[in-house]
């Protein structure tokens, strides 16, 4: 599970101020996450903006908005210029409360991770809503955003922070199996979800023994974010032990390994290089710590274009397991895309294959 806060620029008090006590964030597995605001003082509705660095509303601003219609506030009016809005804007409004267990009346709006500002005409364009964010309150004295009843913008920086927690059931995030079945199926590989086969280990050795060839190159692709904190203890244990039965069946049997986590973090993608000294991989798998990963979205194609492009394949059957919980950033953050990620295992001849973990 990932947590998020608001870290609030300071501001005078006033009856549309927005505190960092009044405001929660929850990271959601749909693709975004639910800010909840607390109704206090004269605050009648909310806007989600663009954030500005000074309070004086010298600098213009657009409102946020969802591409696509989410139900939480997808019927939310909104008035402009004394006249509603007409369907299919999708303003990150919300003029309706809801009882939160910490903060009581509440606003909720649904923030996905890709936003779009402006129009055709003026200026416009999307963001991507990670760790670090900047992104306004704007809150309103009247319903349905309607600046007729004045505003107050009250800035904050989105600060996401992984936890791991305990689930009665596993949870997947539907874009994290979406995108990692299509990155399997792309490449002619399997994408497996935990709970179909939820031995991971056990996942790999199918993967090897349904490799017709008599060589083999392997790089196992690992997310090593603090999410992935319950999973990497038995690799360590197991892992390597499993590797050591296809000795012999496959000759030559290689193995490496790439440690992934994000941007911003303390490293990008870590490669171990193709070893057919399995002791060399044991000590490199205890190594692993798990840590960071700010937001749900991980560098998924970056570490898979490490595992394609910075090995020398060589072995009759060349395949590339990776295992995460997350699904790749909707929009590039590098210069590593999809397509480049399948370009180069079809010109390599590898095979991708993913083990998708519930979060």
């Given amino acids: 599970m990932t947590s998020a806060g608001a870290q609030e620029a300071p501001a005078p008090s006033g009856p549309l101020t927005v505190a960092p006590e009044d405001v929660l964030i929850e990271q959601s597995l749909e693709g975004g996450y639910y800010l909840y605001v607390r109704k206090t003082g004269g605050i009648q509705s909310i806007l989600i903006t663009e954030s500005t660095e000074a309070p ?125 079945t299509e990155i399997a199926e792309e490449s002619g590989g399997d994408a497996v979800a935990g709970d179909e086969d939820p031995d991971i280990v056990e996942t790999i050795r199918r993967l090897i023994q349904e490799s017709p060839g008599a060589s083999l190159d392997l790089v196992v692709a690992l997310d090593t974010t603090e999410s992935m904190e319950d999973n990497v203890p038995y690799l360590q244990e197991h892992l390597v032990p499993m590797l050591e039965t296809f000795v012999g069946e496959k000759s030559p049997l290689r193995v490496g390994l790439v440690y992934y986590r994000d941007y911003m973090e303390e490293y990008l993608t870590r490669r171990i290089d193709f070893q057919d000294d399995l002791s ?32 020398e394949w060589k072995a009759d059957d060349r395949l590339v397991v990776l295992i995460g919980d997350a699904p790749p950033h909707p929009r590039p953050r590098g210069s590593i895309t999809r397509e480049i990620v399948q370009r180069a295992a079809r010109d390599s001849g590898v095979t991708i294959h993913t083990i998708i973990l519930p979060q």
């Fill in 56 to 180: 004086d509303h010298q600098a213009e601003t657009f409102s946020y908005r969802n591409p696509a219609y989410h139900a939480e506030n997808g019927d939310e009016r909104r008035l402009l210029d004394g006249a509603f809005l007409p369907d299919g804007h999708y303003s990150l409004i919300d003029s309706t409360t809801i009882d939160h267990p910490t903060l009581g009346p509440a606003f909720r709006v649904f923030i996905p991770y890709i936003v779009v500002y402006g129009y055709p005409w003026s200026r416009n364009g999307e963001v991507q809503v990670l760790d670090g964010t900047y992104m306004s309150v704007r809150a309103f004295g009247a319903p349905y955003a309607d600046y007729d009843g004045g505003y107050r913008d009250n800035p904050f920086i989105l600060r996401v922070i992984q936890q791991p927690t305990i689930a009665e059931e596993p949870e997947y995030m539907p874009q994290a199996v979406e995108r990692l």
């Fill in 280 to 311: 060399y991989i044991q000590r490199a798998v205890d190594t692993i710590r798990v840590a960071g990963g700010r937001d749900i979205p991980e560098a998924v194609y970056e570490a898979l274009f490490t595992s394609v492009t910075r090995f």
